[in-house]
């Protein structure tokens, strides 16, 4: 989800942004086509994941970037225009699944579902100014939540930079996490009314004011003498208890979940610390690419997972898994070339 554009980007960070969007598909399938989350049943948690990382970038850019009185604003304006070509094929693709899986056919009943729908195509679904429209893609709701949350933390650090990073970014997050899952039961708790404005908005805050912390972390690891040397050790470690959201599913509660925003921080602070080892240049422009494409699998695999269930219902897992991986990687290719084309239409880009 985090769209802040760098002039290289780092191919360890996009292979680990491609698997937690494969992670969250995976989820989804399990939970919309078979009914209940089976192998990845915590991976809902590499939400958590896009906001630390952009929470890193954006702390990297405003202390390098040179400030107005209303650069927050701009900030949001820019990371929602970047974001707005793919989040609208995302909707149109879900409008479509949504008419097709509900039977919506006449040509009345299309048009007044697109008005119901208003709010979700500018960024306000699940605001709570209105409880009762229906839900067309329903991850997106976690992408206002992000660019609200950005703009919240942007302003804090161009204005309050030292506050927030020694005071609000240690104590904010320990509150919200325990607040929402003492409240809500766990991280992702589903709420129609209130998912964008609290939990989805103090995740978004919970999660960026961690990636600032991570920023810090790199910057002060680079200017010490042996820091670097443990990274590779840390960064090791990280992936091994994410591995561990798999391999033991089945002892870790939604208590245990609350570590993880921390070790997605440290994971990408670590990797960061280091420069990348230049790797085959073939494999470098593939696992790129694969990072590009990430916000697009995202914004279309919820369709994708209604579409195979009202098409091929109570098929096999292992059947089906692999045929569903393989469309959503088709479509979110093809995408990327309507994507080029819709930023040319609209922003003139």
């Known amino acids: ?20 969007t494969i992670g969250i598909a995976i989820f989804h399938f399990e939970w919309i086509y078979i009914g209940q989350p089976i192998f990845f049943r915590h991976f809902y948690l590499w939400v958590e994941f896009f906001f630390v990382l952009s929470g890193f970038f954006l702390a990297k850019n405003v202390k390098t970037a040179d400030e107005d009185e209303y650069s927050s604003l701009k900030y949001c304006y820019n990371q929602a225009k970047k974001l707005f070509p793919e989040y609208l094929i995302g909707f149109a693709f879900s409008f479509i699944v949504y008419c097709l899986v509900n039977n919506i056919s006449e040509i009345k009943n299309v048009i007044y579902l697109l008005w119901q729908s208003k709010w979700e195509i500018v960024y306000m679904q699940l605001s709570g100014i209105d409880p009762t429209a229906p839900m067309i893609n329903g991850v997106t709701g976690y992408i206002p939540a992000l660019l609200a949350s950005g703009l919240i933390i942007h302003y804090l650090l161009n204005n309050y930079y030292k506050l927030t990073l020694n005071l609000v ?3 904010a997050p320990i509150f919200i996490y325990s607040h929402i899952v003492n409240i809500y039961g766990n991280l992702s708790q589903w709420l129609n009314y209130e998912n ?16 600032v912390l991570a920023y810090e972390m790199v910057c002060y690891i680079r200017s010490s003498k042996g820091g670097c040397s443990y990274c590779r050790i840390i960064t090791l470690f990280c992936l091994i208890m994410i591995s561990a959201l798999v391999f033991w599913r089945e002892h870790i509660n939604f208590y245990d979940e609350v570590l993880y925003p921390y070790i997605f921080a440290v994971c990408i602070g670590s990797i960061y610390v280091e420069k990348a080892r230049e790797i085959n240049n073939k494999i470098e422009h593939i696992i790129l690419f694969c990072g590009k494409i990430s916000l697009n699998i995202f914004v279309i695999h919820y369709g994708i997972c209604y579409l195979l269930k009202y098409y091929i219902p109570e098929k096999r897992y292992v059947v089906m898994a692999p045929i ?9 290719c093809g995408m990327e070339i309507a994507v080029k084309h819709l930023r040319r239409i609209i922003w003139k880009q």
């Open 169 to 171: 970014s240690v104590f």
């Open 324 to 332: 569903y991986i393989t469309i959503v990687l088709f479509v979110a």
């Open 1 to 20: 989800m985090d769209v802040t554009v760098t002039k290289k980007r780092d191919w360890r960070i996009e292979l680990l942004r491609f698997v937690a």
């Open 196 to 211: 964008w404005y609290t939990v989805g908005i103090l995740r978004g805050l919970a999660g960026m004011l961690l990636g």
